[in-house]
């Protein structure tokens, strides 16, 4: 029996698929907000009963916060452990979306249909393309490909609090597969299906430098009193030089040159970076001189500063000398940079900065180091030759230039190397009202995961 009989069941079933989206969609499974914790048991105990209708043993394992689902089947060949997650993000502002955004419709757009409501692309809408591949082999095979795992988390969209130390208790049971599947990635474009390498890791930093014990009246002290929104100013803007290098000492320790086949492959994408820009009315690439803009945001790390506050920013004007500023600092990481040697140099690098008569306190909002996937692996270039065999254009390795902790985590806590697939496009509105799927992207998707699986069990 060949794999175009299973591809075929996927054509046929596919409104019974999108039934059966709608139906997870409609469980409101918000992991951040503690009054949607029964629905999140809702939502793990209906992928239960999913996976048990396609024959997988499966439970709803508890965990401090929501849920984990897993599940395993089948036997021989490769062993392969599929991630998804089935909380979603808050809805707010409500007021925003077209319609009630946990009663999924189905519309037309002009790209053609879509699925929309909350959780449509992020992430059940890309769990349930492997979970309906794996129906219809099922369906049609009586079997499985290979040997499978399933592993659905109720708790990304809160930043994982339960995922390390479940996946540190059950170790021995979840480190046993090959390769960890990962679908919460995205297309390069409609046409052009990617597979995710490389990762960015997150450094979160907090700085508030405090100098006089109180705020001052600027008449009264001005020139005198330091300043600490001046003392702050300056030390942000040493951060970078001319040329847009970070100037954290020590801070491109591990950073590699990207390979030239890489190199190669991006440059053949096609990538419009003038329109990547001109999309959000800018025009000039702000980054390191001398890189693309893809290497940018793909394969360099960054330090960015993202809020900063001080003295009285309130309607109209006071004449504040204040006591405190502070500023909130994240840097995106590549290749084998350290976050916490990174930290213990940025610390540093501003306690050096201070004058006399200034203190600085620091609060830490996560560290995790980058993901870079080897894709001398043949698994990787077999996943490739699949997705190319589905889609218009041959399917690429991609970098991201945000971060996906999972796939580190899969890594430095039961030694599984991760591949990334996904299918949501840029426009899917994750995060933000009226999110959607396209239809295409969820149907593509389902044939995807089951031209990946024939070639990864093979």
């Not at 096609?270 to 001398?290: H, Y």
Request: hydrophobic share 40%.
């Amino acid at each position: 029996m060949t794999i175009d009989a299973v591809l075929a069941h996927v054509d046929d079933n596919l409104d019974a698929a999108l039934e059966r989206l709608k139906a997870l969609v409609r469980i409101p499974s918000v992991s951040t907000d503690p009054a949607f914790k029964d629905d999140c048991q809702a939502a793990a105990d209906w992928l239960v009963a999913d996976l048990a209708s396609l024959g997988v043993e499966a439970e709803a394992r508890q965990t401090p916060g929501h849920p984990m689902v897993v599940g395993h089947a089948g036997d021989g060949g490769p062993h392969l452990m599929f991630y998804g997650h089935y909380d979603v993000q808050p809805v707010d502002p409500l007021e925003l979306w077209h319609h009630d955004p946990f009663d999924p419709i189905v519309e037309d757009t002009p790209a053609g249909k879509v699925i929309r409501a909350r959780g449509a692309c992020d992430d059940k809408g890309q769990l349930m393309t492997f979970m309906e591949a794996c129906r219809a082999w099922s369906a049609v095979k009586g079997d499985w490909p290979c040997r499978l795992s399933f592993i659905f988390e109720g708790e990304e969209e809160s930043g994982s609090p339960s995922l390390v130390p479940f996946l540190d208790a059950h170790a021995e049971e979840l480190s046993q597969p090959d390769l960890a599947l990962i679908c919460d990635t995205g297309l390069f474009d409609r046409d052009t299906p990617a597979i995710t390498t490389m990762l960015r890791g997150l450094l979160g930093e907090e700085v508030t430098v405090t100098g006089p014990d109180k705020d001052l009246h600027s008449g009264m002290y001005g020139g005198a009193a330091i300043n600490p929104i001046r003392v702050l100013a300056r030390i942000i803007a040493s951060l970078h030089d001319e040329s847009g290098r970070i100037t954290v000492p020590g801070f491109y320790d591990g950073v590699d040159e990207l390979p030239a086949s890489v190199r190669s492959q991006w440059e053949g994408l096609g990538f419009d970076a003038d329109g990547f820009l001109k999309a959000v009315d800018l025009s000039e690439p702000a980054g390191e001189s001398g890189r693309s803009v893809l290497e940018m945001i793909w394969s360099r790390p960054t330090c960015e500063v993202n809020g900063i506050n001080g003295g009285y920013t309130g309607e109209g004007f006071k004449t504040v000398l204040p006591s405190r500023a502070s500023a909130k600092v994240s840097f995106r990481l590549v290749g084998r940079q350290d976050p916490f040697a990174i930290r213990r140099s940025f610390r540093a690098m501003v306690r050096d900065a201070l004058p006399p008569d200034c203190s600085v306190e620091f609060g830490s909002h996560g560290a995790g180091p980058a993901s870079v996937m080897s894709t001398d692996d043949p698994a990787f270039e077999a996943a490739r030759r699949a997705l190319s065999d589905e889609w218009p254009n041959e399917a690429a390795f991609v970098g991201s230039g945000g971060s996906i902790p999972i796939a580190g985590y899969f890594r430095e806590v039961l030694g599984l190397p991760s591949m990334l697939i996904g299918f949501g496009l840029d426009d899917d509105q994750i995060h933000s009202p009226n999110e959607k799927y396209d239809v295409r992207s969820f149907h593509k998707g389902i044939r995807s995961w089951v031209r990946v699986l024939d070639a990864l069990a093979r």
